[in-house]
């Protein structure tokens, strides 16, 4: 083997020693699980196979056998729901790109014979490209900024499915109390509107206090049926974040009632600050920028060579052999690369300010979910504390005045419509502020720090 051969053969030797990658054990699903579950305090898998969803549909029983608690449902909807299991595999893909940008290109080999004059000529060429050999380091370190870019992503979404399941754990809870209290309200008024329809009767009642009476019993029976449309959609919304379908979808339960108010609102020292340090987005974003900036220092390593192969030659004509090597590239006559460095100038400036927009919209979002949050601890705690309040005791003097014979029925049951009307405005306000709080982690990426 000749010189060309034998230089040819040691690059791609040290190539493949130094720039080899493999595949790992879990597809770097792990930083995914763990960036997963720090933020949101639940478990996330990828299911690869038929054991894995078995042991899932285990798992899915026994969280199904209680009523689905907010958190529960967070769980169920990280390891169920398919939209999501089918983004993680994004994960393979650029795993498989990462481990392929550290190989190099198969080798070319030729062979050529040819004979007349009663001789026979034989030519064999080894070629080999040459600037994937030097440019093989920088690639391999780009597609490993581009795969932890895609663990970032993946890591996003699981976290943005769990702020969904969680909002639409809320309303779907909300919505069922609501109708509840929407029939309690009905209740009365169709006790209020029976009543005035005999004491019209008897004479004892105008046409009109009676049809007033009738008509608000109409409009509660349309209030309770709207309520149970949206109770419908909110729960159905829950059924297809969680995944589930067949017998599970219509039996498992929910609680009857939100959570109660925490004894104090939680405090979060700078949540801007939570933000820019936390929230994915804004590090997908830096690693997006500090990725083109060195994909622009590739462009500008292969402005003025694009192809080059290097070829070792070895011929035999006859009795007469010659070795020897050939070097063929890209002449940059009339491409000198310019606009392949401003297309990734361009590009790199484009990151820049996607970057700083996702600073802007992330501290934006900080503030105004902190203050969203702050502002809906105090109207739902204005409820329980001065309104509910307010409303028992109207009710007890309603129910003394009643019974000494100076109110009539009618008051009576309109102070037990009220006071239900105040009891369901508490339970919108409860329902604002559990909303409220999971926006806040939302918007600092995570769950919050309690002071």
């Not at 030097?134 to 996003?156: C, H, I």
Request: charged share 25%; net charge neutral.
């Amino acid at each position: 083997m000749n010189q060309a051969f034998k230089l040819a053969a040691l690059a791609a030797g040290a190539a493949l020693l130094s720039g080899c990658a493999t595949f790992s054990n879990h597809g770097g699903f792990g930083a995914v699980a763990q960036a997963t579950r720090s933020r949101s305090g639940a478990e996330t898998r990828m299911l690869r196979n038929d054991e894995d969803r078995r042991a899932l549909d285990e798992q899915l029983k026994t969280l199904l056998a209680e009523p689905l608690g907010a958190d529960a449902a967070v769980q169920v909807a990280l390891l169920n729901n398919r939209s999501l299991q089918a983004r993680y595999w994004d994960l393979g893909v650029a795993e498989a790109e990462l481990v392929q940008a550290g190989r190099l290109a198969n080798p070319g080999f030729s062979f050529k014979r040819t004979h007349g004059g009663g001789e026979v000529a034989i030519e064999r060429t080894l070629s080999m490209n040459f600037v994937q050999l030097l440019t093989l380091p920088l690639a391999n370190r780009l597609e490993r900024r581009r795969f932890e870019q895609v663990k970032l992503a993946l890591a996003g979404d699981a976290l943005a499915m769990a702020h969904q399941a969680r909002l639409a754990w809320i309303e779907a809870v909300a919505a069922q109390q609501g109708v509840e209290y929407a029939q309690q309200i009905s209740d009365a008024a169709e006790a209020s509107g029976e009543l005035a329809k005999r004491m019209q009767a008897a004479g004892n009642w105008s046409r009109y206090d009676a049809a007033r009476e009738q008509a608000f019993h109409a409009d509660a029976m349309a209030d309770v049926a709207r309520a149970r449309k949206a109770a419908t959609a909110s729960r159905e919304k829950l059924t297809r974040l969680l995944g589930l379908s067949g017998p599970e979808a219509g039996t498992y339960r929910l609680p009857a009632r939100l959570p109660e108010l925490p004894a104090s609102p939680r405090t979060v020292a700078d949540a801007e600050a939570a933000a820019m340090r936390d929230r994915l987005d804004v590090q997908a974003a830096r690693l997006s920028a500090q990725h083109t900036a060195d994909a622009l220092g590739l462009t500008r390593t292969t402005r003025f060579i694009n192809v080059l192969e290097l070829s070792g030659i070895s011929e035999k004509e006859g009795e007469r052999r010659s070795h020897g090597y050939e070097i063929s590239l890209e002449v940059p006559l009339f491409d000198w690369g310019g606009a392949r460095v401003a297309r990734a100038e361009a590009t790199y400036m484009q990151s820049l300010n996607l970057l700083a927009a996702a600073a802007v919209n992330a501290r934006s979002e900080a503030r105004e979910r902190y203050q969203d949050y702050q502002a809906s601890y105090q109207l739902a705690t204005h409820y329980r504390d001065v309104v509910i309040p307010l409303r028992q005791k109207i009710s007890e003097e309603t129910l003394l005045r009643y019974n000494g014979m100076l109110l009539s029925v009618f008051e009576l049951l309109a102070d037990a419509r009220e006071q239900t009307a105040a009891v369901n405005n508490y339970i919108t306000a409860l329902k604002e502020y559990w909303i409220a709080d999971a926006n806040l982690d939302a918007a600092i990426g995570g769950k919050g720090v309690q002071q």
